[in-house]
């Protein structure tokens, strides 16, 4: 049968849902020659129908989600709401309905992905996610179609740009953490509860989705060590540049024969490196393959119109497959799974900064700390002596060493009585 | 009917050809688990059965086309052998016997892929060409999937790694147009005969491709204004250089309302824009579209591993389908039909680099011919003199100006007495 139409529902009409239900309307006539008819806004649902929303008819706003599952006209949910629940069981009803479902949720497919993602092939739906990592860039659909022959390597990524904003100001200004997330929440590109942000909880989720596609390997959420900026000062920029370096929260991902490596933590990154110079509030995502080589993706990872680009896109991938009354099989490949390594056994370089008493003898003694759990320093630089106080800050670099042996050298280290502070650690990548 | 195996045809077996077979060969069990039956490398076409390959039996070497293209057991033909002739006659039977194809023939897709299309879509067959672009850079499919619900209005590329390396070279080292092509020849960055890459037809091709997918309208390769980087100085680089500007070959498409604009050729980039940091044999392609900003894509743009990585994306993306029975339909978007500007209405800044006699009122006599073609002058520096010759070097830095009148102000300057030479005129990129 010619279809007249492809029915959208929508879960959530904020900003990214309002962004949404706008290019539906403002594009409707380029979309539809797209898909070969036309799409239509069914029914949104919304938490106050009182409010209008431009680009929604009032009498297409809901507040029972029932009437979007359950409406036989809707082919396609959009689930823009944000958050576990209840996204998690709205998209499991619209699946079990047999509905496609198009997500922007990180923390939905991150913790239940491959779940859902079974579900849907079963009922043979689509359940497409291109908007849930790096807002607009293109990743998801070139990590499970265009790099498909490859065998991924490394995932290194800035996918949280509410940090990368955060730390792009702390180093061009030398404003404290503080300052830049003040400035960060008046521009709106920080939440007023900063922590999914800052914490990297957000990244994790998008490393997670990212190395299960990229290694074949379902990567839970839990298992992504996590580390988040609060800790960096001034100072950790000041001396990071100083020595050729900037400071990047990072979500990388890395496998070997045995295991995979999946982090969020800041991390210093060699200046002339592409991803250290990916400032304010851009994303990046840096893939090796074995085939491919280096790839770099750049652009914006937020905001209403870019997420919609990437919405949009899925939306019309299914749409076309409805119209053209074609089987939809998404298939997600688990088949190399492998266990992900405790960070106790994670090697990396790193970056230590101390205070210690300006005393002679000092240096030996660190020394002999870091001797004693087998890491290698590459250089020690006296930064500031505080001349009333009678200490120095020193910072080390070292070669690459187990986490497990450096924290134990950093308890060592603040037991040591010349070591009056360790200031701050934070580890190096270096490709 | 379950399927024993995807039978391959492969056209060419030369570096990208015998990379493909390899890593058929190499990577056969996770292929096959991707698709979910093997792939099975049925016959390939060479010049020269007396050769062996690795990767490929000696009994499935053929040198009659017929015998891949009539070959009921291949379903997917990969073309590899690049050039118009006989590639095109090859393409045009393969799917005209109904099999999918897979090319990575950036020259046929260019000058004949509306029309390859439009009889793949008749026969309900895949024509597939990522590989055609960027090498292993996703490209195609974001463009024609991921950024759908865009209206791009810039794509601004570096396409060409010969000519990105020359151009490294020439500014890193002062090495001249021809010695920097001597050694991209020595490295096989660059082939015996250099033209397709220095005039920047390989460039136009690519361009061609990219504009035909972003703006839904067809652009030909004729279309494309093209200026290779044969004139370039070790005097321009060192004096854009000194002006904060690198110097690219540059692959520019852009449209309005009216018109596309489509040209190759070689610009001042300034030195903080990411374009500008690609260098070496990477290739990079950035895209402005109006949903989702500014994106950039980066990597390795040719060889044969990641033009392999490209085509075996194809052929998996193919090979699944046809497992499963479905159809394969892709559409070619030609809905947004626009005329290609001629290059004499087109508006860019420019530099200008001249030898002028060494004395007083030359500079008024410059002056004067650039506002009789109303061109406003940004900036004039002169940079050196030649004392024994009584000349000065000159660098004239413009704000935008219709190239009619920038070629006309050319003539007339080159008229002038006081002007000995024209040295450079280099078209200044601000985005």
């Known amino acids: 049968v010619e279809r007249r139409f492809i029915g959208i529902g929508l879960l959530g009409v904020g900003g990214i849902g309002g962004g949404v239900a706008a290019v539906l ?50 082919d396609i949910v ?40 079974a579900r849907a092939r079963e009922r043979q739906v689509g359940l497409l996610f291109e908007a849930s990592v790096g807002g607009g860039i293109p990743l998801i659909a070139p990590f499970r179609r265009e790099l498909a022959a490859n065998d991924l390597l490394t995932i290194e990524a800035i996918i949280n740009g509410t940090t990368n904003y955060i730390l792009t100001e702390m180093d061009r200004t030398g404003a404290s953490f503080g300052d830049a997330l003040a400035q960060a929440q008046a521009l709106g590109y920080a939440e007023p509860d900063p922590t999914n942000d800052v914490e990297g909880i957000d990244a ?30 001034e100072r950790d920029f000041r001396y990071a540049g100083e020595l050729g370096y900037a400071i990047k929260l990072l979500a990388i991902a890395k496998q070997d024969a045995e295991a995979i490596e999946a982090r969020v933590h800041p991390a210093l990154v060699a200046q002339d490196l592409p991803i250290a110079k990916v400032d304010g509030v851009f994303n990046a995502v840096q893939v090796d393959g074995d085939l491919v080589g280096r790839l770099l993706f750049f652009g914006r990872g937020a905001g209403p119109r870019p997420t919609t680009s990437a919405i949009l896109a899925d939306v019309l991938d299914l749409a076309s497959a409805v119209r053209r009354g074609q089987a939809v099989n998404h298939v997600l490949r ?55 106080a009678q200490t120095a800050e020193i910072v080390i670099m070292t070669h690459r060493a187990r986490e497990a042996s450096v924290q134990a050298a950093l308890g060592a280290l603040a037991g040591l009585p010349a070591v009056v502070e360790v200031g701050n650690f934070v580890r190096v990548e270096s490709q």
């Open 25 to 74: 309307a403002e594009k409707a006539a380029a979309l539809a020659e797209h898909v070969g008819c036309p799409l239509e806004l069914r029914c949104a649902l919304v938490r106050d129908r009182a409010r209008s929303r431009p680009g929604v008819p009032d009498d297409r706003l809901t507040t029972d989600p029932e009437a979007v599952l359950a409406d036989p006209a809707v």
């Open 334 to 388: 688990l088949d190399r799974p492998k266990p992900v390594r405790s960070m106790a056994e994670v090697q990396t370089r790193f970056y230590l900064r101390l205070s210690v008493a300006d005393r002679p003898g000092v240096f030996a003694q660190i020394a002999q700390v870091f001797a004693e759990h087998q890491i290698s320093i590459a250089s020690v630089i006296q930064k500031e002596s505080d001349e009333s």
């Open 78 to 117: 959009v689930e823009v709401l944000g958050g576990e629940e209840p996204a998690r069981t709205y998209i499991e009803r619209a699946l079990a309905a047999g509905k496609h479902v198009v997500t922007a949720n990180k923390e939905v497919i991150a913790k239940f992905g491959p779940g859902l993602l």
């Open 204 to 233: 994790a989720y998008k490393l997670a989705i990212l190395a299960t596609l990229g290694f074949h390997s379902p990567v839970h959420p839990d298992q992504v060590y996590r580390e988040g900026i609060t800790r960096l000062s």
